[in-house]
């Protein structure tokens, strides 16, 4: 098969990720989720390195760290991809991988709008804020993290507004993407409303 690449965005916990590897394993897709990337300069920025600098040397065991998915490192993710130099040097890794034999899915904020807005499929997955934040603050106290809804609630906010404010690649719905909102369906119905539209394109092309 040639390149056939899904580009799916939306904030954060609404699903996407879930989606998108259930996708790919649907498909036998290859998958990125590129929060990972930002969530792993943001980590090194953390410990003291320069934001440009981690981006450019980013390796494959920065991504397996067992502690991208705190509110912390959420916040420096935030941070560290409002800066123009992160997204450049992140981008051409993104889009090499987007266009590889077999098919790819991509996940994160900007992957429909500036990364890959020649997707064959693209899909925005959102839900509502109280429902992302009870996700989120499931998970975390899954991990043992202590924390508490209203906090958990402020800092997703808070992120979604520095991202979708970002003079960069801000979060936003790409005019062609098919819209997901996940507040009401469950993950069997939104993967199935994926899937359905991945079909649908790859019956057309």
Known sequence: MTAFTVAIDGP???GKGTISKAVADRFGFAHLDTGLLYRAVGRRVLDGADAVEAAGQLEADDLDRGDLRTPEVSRAASRVAADPGVRAALAAFQRRFARRAGGAVLDGRDIGTVICPEAEVKLFVTASDETRARRRFEELRG?????????????QRARDAQDAGRADAPLAVAGDAVVIDTTEMTIEAAV?????EIERVRRSV
Request: charged content about 25%; proline content about 0%; glycine content about 10%.
């Open 12 to 14: 954060a916990a609404a």
């Open 192 to 196: 199935g409303r994926a899937v359905a």
């Open 143 to 155: 991990k043992g993290l202590e924390t508490s809804f209203e906090t958990v609630l402020a800092d």
